[in-house]
């Protein structure tokens, strides 16, 4: 039978950079994001036989490399949960920029967790789902809730995402590079904590801001939300720019962004932006403006304008009948 199940990226406002344990994927902090309404991934799991390898076919082209090692790790944990040996076969389509900072690995682990957990006849809830995506990637724990959600600190039980209380807002993606980045978030984060002078001071300051935030989306407090968004990105830069040797993701265009973000709210329009472990920035902003903030940043990159997204939920699962988690995760 075949699974099929979509998920959308995640933005942080919050964000997660480091861990406290790489085997069980816990973040050192916890982090809050709003889901996006584009750039969905969608992907199929197909239980093939017991002997051999999964495999695993992306945007069409058949991967064999590191990719493909992490997807069977992941499909390592779904087999034991589901006390299963049986191989698959995964099909993915993912419309984010892959590799570029825009989250891909996020709407990618959820997509895959949905499917699989479906495909190896597992009844997860959602909570379940979010701890599972967690174990791919860590931003993907929070693509599975929709909307703007918290990932909660702790161990592994208490380690998952759930949508919370926020007001309506928009975000506005300005890519200025989708190729792949030159270091990956994971060998960053690692780098980041070994020798980032800053890397103490980002976790305690970060953990104040999660609460923060999540009274500011609590109150609807759309310029609280806004300005704690820029200043914890800006912060997560400035740590990882403290790695020896440095990492620096924001180049001079992506700058200019930030300070066109920074003219405009002097103007009135109030936005605010953001970025994760690549060039491209993401600028936040009310849902009556987002046309506004889109069209003052045509040229700065390719502009999209995104709503706040669904949860991740399975399309259709051939050959098992309805699963009722799908309900429960598309809340
Ligand atoms: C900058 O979730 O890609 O986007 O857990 O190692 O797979 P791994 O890292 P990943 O890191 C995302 C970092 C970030 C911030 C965020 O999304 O919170």
Redesign the pocket.
């Known amino acids: 039978m075949t699974s099929t199940a979509v998920a959308h990226p995640?933005?942080?406002l919050?964000?997660?950079?480091g861990?406290a344990d790489a085997d069980l994927?816990l973040?050192a902090t916890g982090?809050v994001?709003m889901g996006l309404d584009v750039f969905p991934t969608t992907t199929s799991v197909t239980l093939t036989g017991q002997q051999g390898h999964d495999a695993f076919t992306l945007n069409g082209r058949v991967v064999d490399d590191g990719a493909l090692v992490r997807v069977e790790r992941f499909l390592d944990l779904v087999r034991e949960l589901a006390g299963s040996d049986a191989r698959a076969e995964v099909v993915s389509d993912n419309t984010v920029p892959t590799g570029a900072?825009l989250?891909s690995?996020?709407s990618g682990?959820a997509a895959l967790a949905v499917a699989a957990a479906d495909a190896y006849g597992l009844d997860l809830s959602a909570r379940d789902l979010s701890r599972l995506a967690?174990r791919?990637?860590?931003?993907?724990t929070?693509s599975i809730p929709g909307g703007v959600s918290v990932?909660h600190a702790g161990d592994d039980q208490a380690s998952f995402a759930e949508t919370v209380p926020a007001p309506p807002m928009a975000m506005v993606v300005v890519t200025i590079d989708d190729g792949p980045k030159e270091i990956?978030?994971?060998e960053a984060?690692r780098r980041t904590i070994a020798t980032s002078p800053f890397y103490p001071a980002w976790v305690t300051s970060t953990t104040v801001t999660v609460d923060d935030m999540l009274a500011a989306c609590a109150a609807g407090d759309f310029t609280r939300i806004g300005e704690l968004t820029e200043s914890n990105a800006l912060r997560?830069h400035a740590t990882i720019e403290g790695a020896f040797p440095p990492i620096r993701y924001l180049n001079s265009r992506s700058v200019a962004v930030f300070d066109a973000v920074a003219a405009m709210r002097a103007d009135g329009l109030e936005a605010y932006a953001t970025a994760?472990?690549g060039p491209n920035v993401v600028v936040l902003c009310r849902p009556e403006d987002r046309a506004r903030v889109a069209s003052a940043l045509d040229g700065y990159g390719a502009v999209i304008e995104s709503g706040t997204g669904p949860a991740a939920h399975l399309l259709r699962s051939e050959g098992s009948g309805e699963n009722p988690e799908a309900e429960e995760s598309t809340r």
């Open positions: 995640n933005i942080a919050v964000k997660y950079w861990k994927a973040p982090s994001s900072g989250a690995s996020a682990f967690r791919g990637s860590g931003s993907a929070r990932w990956g978030s994971r984060m997560m994760d472990a």
